[in-house]
């Protein structure tokens, strides 16, 4: 399979030379597949809480957030392009069996720690959508997200699922804007850093939403499984940092829209329900379904995603491999969908001791895969000349501070 990938990339990139038009959608889907996952109901509820209370002011946040992301996630395509094996395969040579294992069983347990709010993200939008409860679109999309594993190539049936999600988002919430009539004024001088009163809780928490290491890690797999090669990897870091900028404009449209509609009415945004019907009495009901389409976008994204990212982890950290045709890969990613499912059913959310349990997680889990990336995309002998510059290790060093930070932040909220 992997071959015959290699053999389609080369191929298609001879045709885009000489056709002298570039084929984004080739290089684009394994970025746009971390961005859809990254993006899911709770960075939704964030960016608009912080819309709704603080107006445009915290944009900033965003492009930092994002910029951290971009690093990170580029640092993983070039790891995929000038390795061989996988990167916790990588990690196990350097540092034995164990941090391999640590790696994925971090992953695996993060992902399907949130993977009850993706569910829940699903029942609400489509219950909004369709009608019905949501326990039953849960479960009806649980079974859609399941049966796509078996596709004749899945790799393939993921990478146009999350296109046509992303495009599904971006133009449900560039309609909604374009309905809010935002003040760019005020949306650039919201690029200036300042942190209003009140406005921490939620600054950690949308950086700690979309700054995902864990969403970065699996680019490697993702590029690999996609073939690339070194010949086209600057076309490839470019495409890299064009899909996470997607998910910082989805997020900045979500955020000026609840600062342009929500705030002068004083709506606060306790989910990202509210928000949608916050915008009926202003626009009407096809105005809502117009914003739970892009909710629904987000949430069955975060739901395959997640899922695919956890179960091939966790079973190539375990020695059985990561490819997405590997039939114990689709089983460890059916386990991680079934979770979120049947907590989102039984609890209607996820209960206070399992978010408590995944913030314990990812206390170690992420700031341990962070540094392990930033090893191996400083080690010459892996990475050749694919290996970190000073201006990247600068910045990569940078967001692993920010992740510092925020597991001291979630120790003292934990444990002090």
């Known amino acids: 399979m992997e071959t015959q990938l290699r053999d389609d990339v080369t191929n298609e990139s001879g045709n885009k030379k000489r056709g002298g038009k570039r084929n984004i959608l080739l290089f684009l889907g394994p970025a746009l597949i971390t961005s859809a996952l990254v993006l899911g109901p709770g960075s939704l509820t964030t960016s608009s809480s912080m819309g709704a209370l603080f107006g445009n002011d915290l944009i900033w946040v965003i ?9 990170y996630t580029e640092m993983s395509t070039r790891i995929g392009i000038a390795s061989d094996i996988s990167f916790i395969q990588v990690i196990k040579q350097k540092w034995g069996k164990l941090g391999g294992i640590l790696i994925g069983l ?30 039953f679109w849960v479960a009806a999309f649980t079974i859609v997200g399941a049966s796509l594993l078996f596709a004749k190539d899945f790799y393939s049936a993921l990478e146009k699922l ?23 004024g005020s949306m650039a001088s919201g690029l200036i850093p300042s942190i209003p009163d009140g406005s921490m809780g939620l600054i950690i928490a949308f950086t700690a939403t979309c700054f995902s290491i864990v969403g970065a890690s699996y680019q490697s797999y993702l590029v690999q499984e ?55 009495p202003l626009y009407g009901s096809w105005a809502t379904i117009i914003f739970m389409i892009g909710l629904f976008g987000a949430a069955f994204s975060s739901l395959m995603g997640n899922s695919t990212i956890g179960g091939a982890m966790i079973s190539d950290s375990f020695g059985f491999g990561s490819k997405l045709t590997n ?20 609890f209607g959310g996820a209960p206070v001791n399992m978010i408590i349990f995944a913030q314990a997680i990812t206390i170690i889990a992420v700031p341990f895969i962070a540094i392990a990336l ?32 925020l597991a001291i932040n979630n120790i003292n909220n934990i444990f002090l």
């Open 226 to 280: 996609k073939g690339w090669t070194k010949d086209i990897v600057k076309q490839g870091m470019k495409e890299s940092y064009l899909g996470i900028f997607l998910l910082g404009l989805i997020s900045l449209l979500v955020m000026i829209t609840a600062a342009a509609v929500l705030k002068p009415a004083g709506i606060q945004i306790n989910s990202i329900e509210d928000m949608g019907l916050a915008l009926e």
């Open 63 to 71: 492009v930092a957030t994002v910029i951290f992301m971009m690093i």
């Open 162 to 184: 999350m296109i046509a999600l992303v495009a599904m988002m971006l133009i449900s919430f560039l309609v909604t804007v374009f309905l809010a009539k935002p003040s760019i």
């Open 106 to 135: 971090g992953a695996f347990l993060v992902t399907s720690s949130f993977q009850a709010g993706n569910s829940i993200g699903i029942g609400v939008a489509a219950s909004n959508i369709f009608g019905l409860n949501p326990e």
């Open 374 to 405: 930033l090893v191996v995309a400083n080690d010459e002998e892996i990475m050749g000349d694919l290996k970190n510059t000073l201006f990247k290790n600068i910045l990569a060093i940078s967001g692993l501070i920010v992740l510092i930070l």
């Open 327 to 346: 039939v114990k890969v689709k089983i460890a990613i059916i386990a991680v969908m079934l979770f979120g499912s049947i907590i989102a059913i039984i």
